[in-house]
């Protein structure tokens, strides 16, 4: 039989090594979330990579606790600028993608297919759609 310490240094390995791999898990899932972003968009992801930004724990759709993970990232849309920008990952699933907004360029919107639509931060009816 094995002592009292012994099992909870294992547990707590298990517990370590289990987080460490979620983690790999997570930030797979968030890199493919931002190289989408900014592809859709026709932006460059700086550095090709993201970085973690903090963990909590959150409650999904079924109320389940799960690791509620965010990521910042760096884009740029002329190739001379660097632009912030941060995703949320609840387990493997993208909640929030938040890019920064460009005053100078004004409203977007953008055509996706079907006639269906994709906003920016800001709309305009005015102003006709753009495509890519």
């Known amino acids: 039989m094995m002592p009292w310490l012994e099992s909870i240094g294992l547990i707590m390995l298990l517990l370590v090594g289990w987080f460490w791999f979620d983690g790999f898990q997570s930030r797979a ?3 493919r ?3 989408a972003a900014c592809a859709a968009d026709g932006l460059l992801l700086l550095d090709d990579t993201v970085a973690l930004a903090s963990v909590r724990l959150g409650r999904d759709d ?11 990232f760096e884009y740029s849309d002329t190739g001379d600028n660097r632009r912030a920008a941060q995703l949320t990952l609840l387990g493997t699933e993208l909640l929030l993608l938040r890019l920064a ?10 055509v996706v297919g ?15 759609p753009r495509r890519s």
């Open 101 to 110: 907004t460009v005053a100078a360029s004004g409203p977007r919107l953008r």
């Open 62 to 72: 079924a109320g389940r606790l799960r690791l509620r993970r965010t990521y910042d």
């Open 33 to 35: 979330a931002a190289h």
């Open 114 to 128: 079907d006639g269906e639509a994709a906003t920016g931060s800001q709309t305009s009816a005015a102003q006709p």
């Open 29 to 31: 899932a968030a890199m």
